[in-house]
């Protein structure tokens, strides 16, 4: 909303005398990076929120029709840097479609196993920062603490703490490095113990189940209409994950489930499918069953080539367009690629879950107080550079 | 609310709180993740090195081995934010040759990606695992390989050879990092009055 329709609003408006607008961030300490919000509010009690993105729009698919295909990948990793491998994967398969390359599947296991551990250090932050911003500060570190294992661990598989650029056109740039799946397995086991008494520190608390039961409830329908993906549409009850649904990669052969709202904060709570403990609860499942994908993919890792020894060197995929989906993080993220035949894409667009559920903000918000708008963002997993890319 | 309501309310939370303690509780008889980071250089001798506590695919400053680099440009090339820089020329000695006069990596620019170092047909660039590389000025940041009073004639790869005589991971790169306060080098035109010599020897 541009500055003069709030002066407007402020002055002839139909609550001229009620309605105070707000200004929330963009260096808002708990609204997950640059992103600012102009709440419209009576008292404490909002008419709505609306969000403003933006602020960290870095031209990204600009970008990509600069650089060549693969000069791409290390820029994907900036699309979402919580969740670097799903962009780089996303990136990796619309070229792969594009040329028509096949990844050989000890590659695929590879990306596989690469991403579900970046799903859980993604989803952990989530966690955390919920806890922290509903007021309870000592899960944070402790998800951060569990965080850190992950990253020394993708550390030492491809040489980077958050920007990967560890998937190449056609594969992955390297194998696994000698030790590193017994210290996987060893940290999985002591994952699932921490996930438990994670249970027990936050999730099962009281005064945080009765402050995010019922609250900011999105019913299945809205949440279709307003293109919500990932775990805050399977929260509002829809069963659909792309991994599933539409499956690549290395996921049909895996055993593993997605969870869906189920008013877990229980109905004496006033808990509602689809309310804000069920889009935390569905993350917390979800890492479980992101380790158990990350346990099946290392018992069956298949030998061979780790990268496709056809694939181009300098990639000049012919003329075309072309588009790839993966199950990111937050949400479905989708590369739309045209290619007029040249070594650099002719046009280039990345859809990603977090911009749809910043749309749903000003919907959700009507009615609710100006301290839940807090809890509705963490709830929602939004991360600003994803917003606006 | 009834009474057993509100009380049962009360009790719930106690007790929700009280095992939230007990997890919090035991957090203090646990290792610490984080690490002591061995402070500067003095006091750093008496413990490990941080960078060889890094896994050894860590992506740090990168290095080139001139003695074993072909002038190949491929990482040149590969590189999508043109970091790199390689001049080729004659050699005035014997001008069959060709010498790399300058090979410049700008750390100031690089985003660390190793994009360049998978094309390197003899493993002469690679990431190390220096990181440490603050300074006052950008211009710092340029890790200069040749000298150019001293060009580098290119290796000549031995046909079937598939292992290079390459120095050790992190020789080269180290002395190159500069102390953090040195002066920033002399810009190539240092005062108005020479500037205004240089562009008027231009228009001649
Ligand atoms: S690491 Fe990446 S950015 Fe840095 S010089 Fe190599 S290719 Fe360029
Ligand atoms: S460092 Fe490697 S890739 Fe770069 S010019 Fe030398 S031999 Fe070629």
Redesign the pocket.
């Given at each position: 909303m541009a500055l003069d329709q709030i002066f407007i609003t402020r002055k002839f408006g139909p609550n001229a005398e009620q309605e105070m607008i707000l200004n929330m961030g963009p260096q808002h300490p708990s609204t997950h990076g640059v992103l600012n919000f102009i709440v419209h509010a009576d008292g404490e009690v909002m008419e709505k929120a609306v969000p403003e993105v933006g602020y960290l729009h870095r031209s990204l698919e600009k970008i990509g029709e600069m650089v060549s295909y693969a000069g791409f990948m290390p820029y994907s990793d900036r699309v979402d840097y919580l969740a670097a491998m799903f962009a780089n994967e996303g990136w990796a398969l619309a070229v792969e479609k594009l040329l028509g390359l096949e990844v050989p599947p000890r590659g695929q296991y590879l990306r596989a196993i690469s991403c579900e551990l970046n799903r859980i250090a993604s989803h952990l932050i989530a966690l955390g920062s919920t806890a922290m911003d509903i007021g309870a500060v000592t899960p944070f570190p402790y998800a951060l603490r569990e965080r850190e294992s992950i990253n020394d661990l993708i550390e030492a598989l491809c040489g980077a703490r958050l920007t990967y650029n560890y998937h190449r056109i056609g594969g992955v740039a390297y194998d696994v490095p000698p030790d590193w799946t017994p210290l996987c397995r060893a940290w999985l086991d002591h994952f699932e113990k921490v996930l438990d008494e994670f249970d027990r520190l936050i999730s099962t608390n009281e005064i945080f189940l009765k402050r995010l039961a019922g609250l900011a409830v999105i019913p299945a329908a809205m949440a279709i209409d307003y293109g919500l993906s990932g775990p805050n549409l399977r929260a509002s009850g829809v069963d659909f994950d792309l991994r599933k649904a539409h499956p690549y990669g290395a996921y049909p052969d895996f055993q593993f489930k997605a969870p869906i709202g189920r008013a877990y904060a229980g109905l004496s709570r006033g808990g509602k499918v689809g309310d804000c403990y069920d889009r935390y609860y569905c993350r917390v499942l979800e890492c479980r069953e992101s380790a158990t994908i990350v346990r099946q993919a290392l018992d069956k890792l298949p030998d061979g080539d780790f990268i496709n020894p056809k694939a181009p060197k300098k990639a000049k995929p012919p003329a075309g367009e072309t588009q790839s989906r993966v199950e990111s993080v937050r949400g479905e993220m989708a590369y739309y690629v045209v290619s007029d035949g040249s070594e650099r894409a002719y046009r280039l667009r990345v859809r990603t879950g977090s911009f749809t559920a910043m749309g749903i903000i000003e919907e959700v918000s009507k009615g609710l107080m100006i301290a839940d708008l807090v809890a509705l963002i963490a709830s929602l997993d939004v991360v600003a550079p994803e917003i606006d890319r | 609310m009834p009474v057993s309501q509100y009380l049962a309310n009360i009790k719930d939370t106690v007790q929700s709180a009280w095992e939230g303690m007990t997890v919090t509780f035991s957090y203090l008889f646990r290792r610490p993740m984080t690490v002591q980071y061995a402070g500067p250089e003095k006091a750093r001798e008496k413990h490990e090195l941080v960078q060889d506590t890094l896994p050894s695919r860590y992506r740090g400053f990168l290095e080139?081995d001139l003695a074993?680099?072909?002038?190949?440009?491929?990482?040149?090339r590969a590189c999508p934010i043109n970091v790199?820089a390689?001049e080729i020329e004659k050699d005035p000695a014997n001008p069959k040759l060709r010498v790399m006069t300058r090979f410049d990596i700008d750390e100031g620019k690089c985003m660390f990606c190793g994009l360049?170092v998978e094309?390197?047909?003899?493993?002469?660039?690679q990431h190390t695992r220096e990181f440490e590389g603050t300074q006052r000025t950008l211009s710092n940041m340029v890790l200069r390989f040749v000298d150019p009073a001293k060009p580098a004639p290119p290796?000549k790869v031995a046909k079937g050879a598939t292992a290079f005589p390459r120095a050790v991971l992190g020789s080269i790169t180290r002395p190159l990092v500069k102390a953090w306060d040195s002066p920033p080098p002399p810009l190539p035109i240092e005062s108005a009055e020479e500037a205004m010599a240089h562009a008027a020897k231009k228009a001649h």
């Open positions: - | 080139v074993i680099c072909t002038a190949c440009n491929a990482c040149e790199i390689i360049c094309p390197c047909p003899t493993g002469s660039i290796y």
